[in-house]
């Protein structure tokens, strides 16, 4: 229930999905949660990890407004960005309830299919322990900068 609220205030909103804290700050609070595949009301969920965390929220911001996307995308080479969204894909769609045959979720990293659609996305999963090279770049520029 603590966990909860303190997402609901970060996200300023309640979830809309069961989710899990997976990626916790030093004093304890959320900084990324992971999704479930499904919304309460069964619409599909595409993004699995979602940063929470305000100053991470805010750092990964000011990235993306001083171009990180395009500068990310140019960093990261094509091929292994596919191979990002597949993995993410999979693991998503794994979690998928046994015989669900309703909508599901479709692409990868943040619903993309291919490219980089947002930095957030790719840095919760890579914080989260995932092998995002864009999420891994993201580390790099915020140690960096």
Wanted: charged share 20%; aromatic share 6%; hydrophobic share 40%.
């Amino acid at each position: 229930m603590v966990d909860d609220d303190a997402v609901a205030t970060l996200l300023g909103r309640a979830p809309q999905a069961d989710f899990e804290v997976v990626v916790r700050s030093g004093g304890g609070g959320p900084v990324v949660i992971r999704n479930a595949p499904l919304l309460h009301d069964g619409t599909p969920m595409p993004t699995r990890y979602w940063l929470v965390g305000e100053a991470e929220r805010q750092a990964v911001s000011r990235l993306e407004a001083a171009g990180g996307v395009r500068a990310a995308e140019s960093a990261v080479g094509a091929e292994e960005l596919a191979l990002a969204h597949a993995r993410y894909a999979a693991e998503r769609d794994a979690a998928l309830p046994p015989g669900h045959t309703g909508p599901r979720p479709a692409g990868g990293v943040g619903g993309s299919r291919r490219g980089v659609k947002c930095l957030h996305a790719h840095y919760a999963w890579f914080l989260a322990g995932g092998e995002d090279p864009v999420g891994r770049w993201v580390a790099e520029q915020l140690t960096a900068g």
